[in-house]
């Protein structure tokens, strides 16, 4: 499930430059939008329901290429906690995770199960993602825990349809 969840974050980060590099435009960094980071990010958040708890401190940031550089070690840390995160896909803890546009780790705990929650276990789990995150040169990693809704058949997501225009997008980039 970890590894489903990983692939999809990473199609979803690697779609705009598939398209991008489709077009055979170069794109400037500065034009990119991306939101300032900062701990005013989380301060935003805190007033979002979904939102259970945040750790970590998102740094200030409003360069657009320190903020992909920034945004790509968080990518490189969150697949490299597959098999330290495993366990908890597994037990049905989470249903979510990835890497945010906001600069910052996003952990989805199942809103159906808010029983299984509470803060012993969100510890543990930051306590997992900053250590691998520390071995990769991040201190004090930023990561909110939100509800979210386990993905089913009837869920949108991952559609045909997505499929065939990824497909279409692949073979451009390939002529």
Not at 40 to 63: C, M, Q, W, Y
């Amino acid at each position: 499930m970890i590894k489903n969840t990983l692939l999809t974050v990473l199609i979803i980060l690697l779609i705009p430059g598939f398209a991008y590099a489709a077009t055979n435009e170069t794109v400037n960094v500065d034009d990119l939008t991306i939101p300032d980071y900062g701990p005013h990010i989380f301060e935003e958040l805190k007033n979002d329901s979904e939102v259970i708890a945040v750790r970590g401190t998102i740094p200030t940031i409003t360069s657009n290429r320190e903020k992909l550089e920034w945004t790509d070690k968080l990518v490189d840390c969150s697949l490299n906690l597959d098999k330290d995160m495993h366990k908890y896909f597994e037990d049905g803890s989470i249903v979510d995770f990835g890497t945010c546009i906001g600069g910052y780790l996003k952990v989805g705990f199942d809103s159906e199960a808010p029983e299984k929650i509470n803060d012993a276990v969100i510890d543990e789990i930051y306590i997992v993602i900053d250590n691998q995150c520390k071995k990769q040169g991040i201190t004090d990693v930023p990561v909110v825990f939100v509800w979210s809704e386990i993905a089913t058949e009837d869920s949108p997501g991952f559609t045909s349809i997505s499929l065939v225009l990824c497909m279409l997008v692949l073979t451009k980039t390939r002529k």
